[in-house]
C-alpha cells in the first residue's frame, strides 16, 4: 500500500513527542524524509499541506495526513507489517496489554505534563516571552510559573521514577517486556523519562538521579544506546524544505483508501458533511475542516486541500478528539 510512496515526518528535535515517531522508525528500519518545523507557531509548511493541526509532530503518506502519534504509530503498524527489512516491535500478545496501560500513562494520566512543568525556568526558551505567549495559547491560557508548580511536579515524576524502579525494573529485567531488544513497551513508556534526562536541570541530582534509580537510568541508557545503533545503520534522513515536501505530496496518490462512516455512530454524522475537528486537551482553538469521508471508533477523516487545491485526507483519532458538525448547535463526542 504505503511502501512505494515516502513518508514525510514534520517535527522539530525538541519534540519528545516526535522522538516516539523518530524512535520507532529507526528501530523498525523504515526510511523516512523529514521537514523541520519551528518550535512555536506560525508553521506556514504545516498549514500549506492541508491542516491547521498546531501540534507536532504531523506525518505525510502520499496524499494522507495523520495528526497524532498514536494514530501514526498505528498506521505505520498497517502499512509495514513485520517482515526481515522492517523488524517488529510488537510484544508478544500477553504483554499487549502492558503497552496499552503504558501508552495511557504517559499520554492521558498527565504524566508528560508533569514533566513539562519540570523544563528549567533559566533555559533561554524558558524566558522567551513570545514562546510564553504561544504555549498560553497552546493551554487555554493555562500557561503558569514553572517555578511554583515545580515541587509539587517533582513529586509526581519522582513517583513514576518509583513505580519504575521497584514494579517494572524491580526483578533486573532489561527491557519492560522480556526480549533481546527495545519493543513498542519503551516506545510507550520511556519517552517523558528519556525526555528528561536530556533536560539540564531539570532532575535534582540526590532526589532523581542514577544514585537513586539505578535500574531506571540504566534502562534509559540501554535504550539511548540501542536507538542509536540502529540510527547509524538507517542513516540521516533527508531533510525537506516546506515547499519541496508539498511538492512531493502534491504529486503522490493516496496511501489509503477512502473509507466509509459508520452509520450506527452515535454523531449520526453522514458521509461528506462538513464537520469541524479538533484535539480536547491542547490546541484546541486550532479546528480542521471539511467533508467527512471516514469515521470510526477509532478514527476521524476528513477531505482538505493544500495550498495549491489539491485534494489531501486528514486523519485524526477518535479518541482524545471532538468533532462536530458545522451547523451544529452543539460538539458531539
Same mark, same amino acid.
Given at each position: 500500500?504505503?511502501?512505494d510512496?515516502?513518508?514525510i515526518?514534520?517535527?522539530y ?24 518545523q519551528?518550535?512555536?507557531l ?11 493541526? $498546531?501540534?507536532i ?27 526481515a ?21 504517559? &499520554? ?16 533561554p ?9 504561544d504555549?498560553?495559547?497552546f ?15 517533582? &513529586?509526581d515524576? $519522582?513517583g513514576a ?11 533486573? $529485567?532489561?527491557?519492560? &517486556?522480556e526480549?533481546?531488544g527495545?519493543?513498542?513497551a519503551?516506545?510507550?513508556g ?23 534509580f ?6 534509559i ?11 547509524k ?8 524544505k516546506?515547499?519541496?515536501?508539498l511538492?512531493q ?13 459508520? @452509520?450506527?455512530?452515535p454523531t ?12 480536547i ?8 475542516r471539511?467533508p ?18 489539491? &485534494?489531501?485526507?486528514?486523519h @485524526? ?6 468533532? $462536530?458538525?458545522?451547523?451544529?448547535a452543539?460538539a458531539?463526542?
Amino acid at each position: 500500500m504505503a511502501h512505494d510512496r515516502q513518508i514525510i515526518l514534520f517535527h522539530y528535535p525538541f519534540s519528545p513527542y516526535a522522538r516516539r515517531i523518530i524512535w520507532y522508525l529507526n528501530l523498525r528500519n523504515i526510511p523516512y524524509l523529514q521537514c523541520i518545523q519551528p518550535l512555536m507557531l506560525p508553521r506556514p509548511d504545516t498549514r500549506a499541506i492541508g491542516t491547521v493541526y $498546531r501540534r507536532i509532530p504531523i506525518l505525510a503518506i502520499g496524499r494522507d495526513i495523520y495528526n497524532d502519534t498514536r494514530l501514526i504509530l498505528a498506521k505505520l503498524d498497517v502499512f509495514f507489517p513485520p517482515c526481515a527489512a522492517h523488524p517488529s516491535l510488537a510484544p508478544p500478545p500477553a504483554a499487549q496489554p502492558l503497552v496499552k496501560l503504558l501508552e495511557h500513562w504517559a &499520554v492521558d494520566s498527565g504524566l508528560f505534563n508533569r514533566a513539562a512543568q519540570l523544563i528549567p525556568a533559566d533555559l533561554p526558551f524558558s524566558m522567551d516571552t513570545k514562546l510564553q505567549e504561544d504555549r498560553r495559547e497552546f493551554s487555554g491560557g493555562r500557561w503558569v510559573s514553572m517555578e511554583r508548580i515545580r515541587p509539587e511536579a517533582l &513529586v509526581d515524576v $519522582r513517583g513514576a521514577f518509583e513505580f519504575l524502579e521497584g514494579r517494572l525494573l524491580g526483578d533486573g $529485567r532489561a527491557w519492560l &517486556v522480556e526480549g533481546k531488544g527495545p519493543s513498542m513497551a519503551e516506545i510507550e513508556g520511556i519517552w517523558p523519562f528519556h525526555w528528561l534526562t536530556t533536560l539540564p536541570g531539570a532532575l535534582p541530582a540526590g532526589y532523581i538521579c542514577p544514585q537513586t534509580f539505578p535500574k531506571t537510568f540504566a534502562w534509559i541508557k540501554r535504550f539511548d544506546v540501542a536507538f542509536k545503533v540502529a540510527a547509524k545503520k538507517a542513516g540521516k534522513p533527508k531533510s525537506l524544505k516546506g515547499d519541496e515536501a508539498l511538492k512531493q505530496i502534491n504529486n503522490s496518490e493516496f496511501a489509503e483508501e477512502e473509507g466509509v462512516v459508520d @452509520t450506527q455512530d452515535p454523531t449520526e454524522l453522514k458521509k461528506r458533511q462538513e464537520i469541524e475537528v479538533w484535539p480536547i486537551d491542547t490546541g484546541f482553538s486550532h479546528k480542521d475542516r471539511g467533508p467527512l469521508i471516514a469515521l470510526s471508533s477509532s478514527e476521524i477523516v476528513i477531505e482538505s486541500r493544500t495550498k495549491d487545491g489539491v &485534494v489531501v485526507r486528514v486523519h @485524526t483519532p477518535r479518541h482524545g478528539f471532538r468533532l $462536530r458538525g458545522v451547523n451544529s448547535a452543539s460538539a458531539k463526542i
